[in-house]
């Protein structure tokens, strides 16, 4: 009990990044702060060199990697965190020079997706992520990896001895990309199956920390953890809505993203990301308040591209406009919509949005039906929903939904 609680205590940090100009620097390594939070890290100091070029053996000079150890040593430090990938050699002279701990940003984030992932295919993703960044890193890392789990970058499935070899995490990571193949057969059955029974659905995308599970909840009731973190949520949450023409979509939370992801996240989240891609509608959600909305978007966006969702609807969901202080910049359309998730407002507005961008599959209409073609409301009722009906001395009065199928054949009996 005594480890557990010392376990819970923030990890004095420092995060150090090499700023080569290949990338903003200075917001990513805002952006790191946020993931060392996230995983329970109190950053206590920054330490950043300009350079044309990595260093191959130590990633910094060596120079400001002796800067970095005063550093350590006057804010006692436990822990550095560097905003780029590391080779194995790397970490391990770095380490031999600095005397603590050494991680980097895809190691930190793989440490948050493992706390995050609550489904059995989140756990998997996440063990598959982790052990394709170590296999490639197994001979520089030595005595690390022979470290259990306690810390940040040491927590989640699939921790390695120093003793393991190659051929066991191949062996490995084989078995999980056959578990994963088998999940994704199922997801891809429930996908097809939803087509076929017709059923719409809504991909909630965006940003990490944007107010996607917020927006879920508001919406549906969804009772999914929304906190101010990033990766507050990691598992895909589906929920039924009911739209203002009759229609029913099923809205689907989708992991966020964030700038810089690493290409092996990707490649283990595709089959959560790929709902995206079968989706009727996306609803990009953004933070309107955040000073980043622009380039985040542009994130999505991309991510979006390489997933092939080019072609289906999207509806830019201006989120936390309580909160926003440049409201005048960002006018609504028919894909844009300015929103609070936290205080609904707005909502009417997005239901209607939505409601008009999806593909027409259905059709509210009024309908009087002579008692002779009493058929027709059966098969109505079939594929579409009947929300009144009256009966009248010509016929039967309904207010229905009716399949796009069947519009034709009602049509002269519209009373509206």
């Known amino acids: 009990m005594y480890e557990n609680k010392i376990e819970e205590q923030p990890v004095k940090a420092i995060l150090a990044s090499v700023d080569t100009g290949e990338f903003d620097a200075e917001a990513s390594i805002a952006e790191l702060a946020e993931l060392a939070e996230t995983a329970n890290a109190e950053v206590v100091g920054v330490c950043m060199q300009k350079k044309n070029a990595y260093d191959p053996a130590t990633c910094m000079g060596a120079g400001r990697l002796e800067e970095l150890k005063g550093q350590i040593e006057a804010l006692h430090a436990e822990l550095v965190i560097f905003d780029h990938e590391l080779t194995g050699v790397q970490v391990r002279n770095i380490e031999d020079i600095i005397d603590v701990r050494v991680i980097d940003r895809t190691t930190l984030i793989l440490d948050i997706f493992a706390q995050r992932a609550r489904t059995k295919e989140g756990k998997l993703q996440v063990e598959l992520a982790q052990q394709k960044y170590r296999l ?5 890392l030595g005595v690390s990896l022979s470290r259990l789990g306690g810390g940040i970058g040491t927590r989640g499935p699939g921790e390695t001895k120093l003793e393991t070899d190659k051929r066991h995490i191949r062996k490995r990571i084989s078995y999980l990309e056959a578990e994963l193949e088998e999940l994704k057969k199922h997801r891809t059955f429930s996908r097809s199956r939803r087509k076929k029974d017709g ?32 990766f507050a949520t990691l598992d895909i949450t589906s929920r039924s ?4 023409d009759g229609r029913s979509v099923m809205l689907i939370d989708t992991v966020g993203l964030i700038r810089r992801l690493p290409h092996n996240l990707v490649e283990a989240f595709k089959s959560t990301l790929e709902e995206a891609a079968a989706a009727d509608i996306i609803l990009n959600v953004q933070d309107l308040s955040s000073s980043e909305r622009e380039q985040q978007a542009e994130v999505t966006r991309k991510l979006l591209s390489e997933l092939g969702c080019d072609g289906i609807p999207q509806i830019n969901v201006m989120n936390k406009c309580d909160a926003a202080l440049n409201l005048d910049t960002v006018f609504e359309d028919d894909t844009t919509v300015i929103i609070s998730a936290r205080h609904h407002d707005g909502f009417k507005r997005l239901l209607e949005c939505i409601a008009k961008n999806l593909p027409e599959t259905a059709r509210r ?32 009065l309904i207010d229905a939904l009716v399949d796009i199928k069947l519009v034709n054949q009602v049509e002269q009996y519209k009373t509206e």
Not at 136 to 140: A, D, K, M
Not at 211 to 218: E, F, P, V
């Open 241 to 244: 809505l009911e739209l203002p």
């Open 365 to 396: 209409m009024k309908l009087l039906i002579p008692y002779d073609k009493t058929a027709l409301i059966g098969k109505i009722r079939i594929d579409g929903k009947i929300f009144t009906e009256e009966y009248e001395p010509n016929g039967t």
């Open 199 to 230: 059923v719409l659905c809504a991909a909630i995308v965006g940003y990490t920390n944007v107010g996607k599970s917020t927006l879920l909840n508001a919406l549906t009731d969804a009772g999914v953890l929304a906190e101010n973190k990033l």
């Open 136 to 140: 490639p890193r197994l001979t520089g």
